[in-house]
């Protein structure tokens, strides 16, 4: 497939410059692009913005759970407020796109027993591990279930790769370590060292698992390896849990799934005779051989099941001469909810997970609304389920309203910075693709560079719903607020992102602070993403693409071959010698 993006403005060059491969002849920005770029940035508005968070984030809208009366009053919302701007339904006729889901809660008196060596220890759920199913069962046993480490649970053979290599686990229990072979072992030559890959993260180890047969998976918990503590888990894991009925959604799925802490691990390791950390070690090496423990686990896990359904919101701005193409703008306005007879306060408001990014969409769509009518179309999705998995945009990726081949690229808001302006922009992922090099000049534009988020061992890149659109083959980008802050440097802005991932992330005290935010940063953080997708819907000849090497690229590449977008065909037609070149690269 030949090479998609024609690049306007000073991108062509920071490619060129950033990959050192031979790149095509750019052509120039057209007319509309320019204007726009810069024209309309002051159109959002801080004030605007507070207040859409405010109300998103109140205790009215009772923490935004799916399948609750706050979701009724978020959906209801933001109905309202593209209705207002002018925007049309995304959906068809509707601004609405019916999810179907499961509701699973647990019975969290749940316990689990692990019998070693004939002596057996009670684990309490919360305590010292979570559980749950995604099976639709309202119950869910295993008995005497062999206990099985597997490493880091990983089978890639890219990778010459497999924990489960040699061993049968079908009706056993698989133990794992969160994260990659490389994380804990420090080995910058296995996967991607310490940058997490998607076998990292416990959705791919527990889909995994399920493909191999196993009777229940359990990670095992550690903050680093994570990147966040165990309240996290405890937390996100209790009250209602969401899920896509398995008739949307096939992938594998283990009968019990759930996590313990290193405590507990370590005294089930030690039980058996075998240290974790030595473990652990083993585990990060090739040639690592799973081990069967001599220990079985047994649990009766009860839940309460409804059939539910949520919903994506979805506004369309069409466009004026390509409208069948079109750029994505997205956020989740999920989050966790209300946990009834927990005490204290226990509303999970999520103002800025995620009312930020949603107030995001909304004033950019407000903004560009307001400007010159956009070439191509933007489609505003405000995705559901993103806090059970990533379920309504992987629902939405599934049933697109505008096709994918069709979709320029996605622009993912999800959690922004109120920390105040900073001398960087954060790329999650940096490095995946050419969106890159239409962030990176108006970024420079604000006296800003693009780097790479400070704790890539965190996957970040796969757990916002993005994602679903990069493992489809869509160009995605997602950028947040930098680090290093105009006010206090480097030592600042982690000291404020270590704060909010100790005290707030997750936890009912995230909440607006109109006393302690600085939207200055968040404007300036909007206003760059607002820019990407004026570029893309002002200037036709811009497809993005990811970078060589890129394993979505493939996806790409072949879902614009199979059906090229006439605006892409015009571009080639217009350019026949640059057509040649990308086709050779």
């Known amino acids: 497939m030949p090479k998609t993006l024609l690049l306007s403005l000073a991108a062509a060059a920071a490619l060129s410059a950033c990959k050192g491969e031979e790149t095509p002849a750019a052509k120039p920005a057209t007319d509309a692009a320019k204007p726009a770029a810069f024209a309309f940035k002051d159109a959002l508005d801080p004030a605007d913005f507070a207040e859409h968070v405010r109300v998103l984030a109140s205790d009215e809208f009772e923490g935004r759970a799916p399948g609750t009366p706050g979701e009724e009053k978020t959906v209801q919302y933001l109905k309202a407020q593209f209705e207002r701007m002018g925007l049309k339904p995304g959906n068809g006729d509707s601004y609405f796109q019916v999810v179907p889901m499961m509701e699973t809660t647990a019975d969290e008196s749940t316990t689990m027993t692990i019998d070693v060596k004939g002596t057996p220890r009670t684990l309490k759920f919360g305590t010292d591990m979570v559980v749950g199913t995604r099976t639709g069962q309202p119950e869910v046993k295993i008995d005497g279930s062999e206990l099985v480490f597997v490493g ?3 089978d890639a053979p890219e990778q010459n790769w497999n924990d489960y290599a040699g061993v049968d686990v079908k009706g056993k229990t698989v133990v794992m370590f969160v994260n990659d072979p490389g994380f804990h072992s420090k080995d910058a030559t296995l996967f991607d060292g310490n940058r997490m890959t998607y076998y990292g993260r416990w959705t791919y180890k527990f889909e995994e698992a399920g493909r191999k047969g196993a009777a229940a998976a359990l990670i095992i918990h550690d903050t680093e390896g994570a990147s966040y503590g165990w309240d996290v ?4 894991w209790s009250g209602a849990q969401y899920d896509l009925r398995a008739a949307d959604d096939p992938a594998p799925r ?6 313990i802490t290193g405590e507990q691990a370590k ?11 030595a473990m652990r070690a083993a585990a990060g090496k090739r040639g690592f051989k799973p081990v069967t423990l001599p220990a079985k686990a047994s649990v009766t896990l009860k839940s309460t099941i409804a059939e539910k359904e949520s919903r994506n919101v979805l506004a369309l701005l069409p466009g004026s001469e390509r409208p ?5 703008y997205m956020a989740h306005w999920d989050h966790l909810g209300k946990h009834d007879g927990e005490e204290g306060d226990n509303i999970y408001n999520g103002a800025v997970d995620n009312a930020t ?3 995001g969409i909304l004033e950019i769509a407000e903004a560009m609304a307001k400007g010159p009518k956009p070439k191509r179309s933007a489609l505003f999705v405000a995705v559901t389920l993103e806090e059970s998995g990533l379920l309504g945009s992987k629902y939405y990726v599934a049933h697109p309203s505008i096709p994918l081949d069709r979709t320029v690229g996605v622009i993912n808001i999800d959690a922004m910075s109120v920390s105040g302006r900073t001398r960087d922009l954060t790329v999650v992922g940096k490095g995946n693709s050419e969106m890159e090099d239409i962030l990176k000049p108006i970024a420079e534009r604000q006296g800003r560079t693009l780097v790479e988020e400070s704790n890539p061992a965190g996957g970040y890149y796969f757990r916002s719903d993005h994602f679903n659109f990069a493992k489809a083959g869509v160009p995605a980008l997602y950028a947040d607020g930098g680090t290093d802050l105009m006010e206090g440097g480097t030592a600042a802005g982690e000291a404020a992102g270590k704060d909010y991932n100790e005290h707030r992330y997750h936890k009912p005290d995230d909440e607006y602070d109109p006393a302690t935010w600085k939207l200055d940063g968040t404007m300036q953080d909007l206003a760059s993403l607002f820019e990407v997708g004026l570029a893309l819907v002002h200037d036709t000849n811009l497809w993005p693409n990811w970078y060589k090497g890129n394993p979505f690229r493939a996806a790409r590449d072949a879902m614009m071959a199979a059906n090229p977008p006439a605006s892409l065909k015009a571009a080639q037609a217009a350019s026949p010698t640059d057509a ?3 086709a050779k690269q």
Not at 324 to 328: D, F, K, L, Y
Request: hydrophobic residues 50%.
């Open 357 to 359: 990014g949603v107030a």
């Open 580 to 582: 040649a070149a990308q």
């Open 233 to 236: 888990v405890k937390n996100s």
């Open 254 to 259: 283990v009968p019990l799934q759930g996590w």
């Open 267 to 277: 005294t089930l390791f030690a039980d058996a005779g075998l240290d974790l950390d």
């Open 152 to 154: 880091y649970g990983v």
């Open 324 to 328: 069948e193409e079109a750029v994505v």
